[in-house]
């Protein structure tokens, strides 16, 4: 199973341009970390819903590869759902850091 999904950067960040970005038909997101800075992203919603369908569950590692780079490894810390459609609004990737050890509910 191939946990590795491919995004696009996004330059400009606010909550106009994710209005843009959303109608556009992506995703923004942000993979953030203690070793990581902060990436705004744009994902391809069918993408990101067949990666849920597959890993059935939160707590598994993604890889984050941005534009071509280097696979970041990170947890989904939150995903924000439209509250009538159930529709992924938002993401926040968690950077998973190299070194120290992290602690997940189960």
Same mark, same amino acid.
């Given at each position: 199973m191939?946990?590795?999904l491919e995004v696009s950067s996004? /330059?400009?960040? *606010?909550? *106009?341009? &994710?209005?843009?970005?959303?109608s556009r038909g !992506? /995703?923004?997101a942000v993979v953030y970390g203690k070793e990581q800075q902060a990436i705004a992203i744009a994902i391809d919603p069918?993408?990101? !819903?067949?990666?849920f369908k597959q890993?059935?569950?939160? &707590?598994?590692?993604? *890889?984050v590869k941005v534009e071509g780079?280097?696979?970041?490894?990170?947890l989904v810390r939150e995903v924000q759902r439209h509250p009538l459609s159930r529709a992924i /609004?938002? !993401?926040?990737?968690?950077a998973v850091p190299k070194v120290d050890e992290i602690e997940i509910v189960v």
């Open positions: 191939d946990t590795t996004r /330059v400009v960040i *606010g909550k *106009g341009e &994710n209005r843009k970005a959303r !992506v /995703v923004p069918a993408k990101l !819903v067949e990666l890993t059935q569950d939160r &707590n598994t590692i993604i *890889g780079g280097e696979a970041i490894p990170c /609004v938002h !993401v926040d990737f968690f």
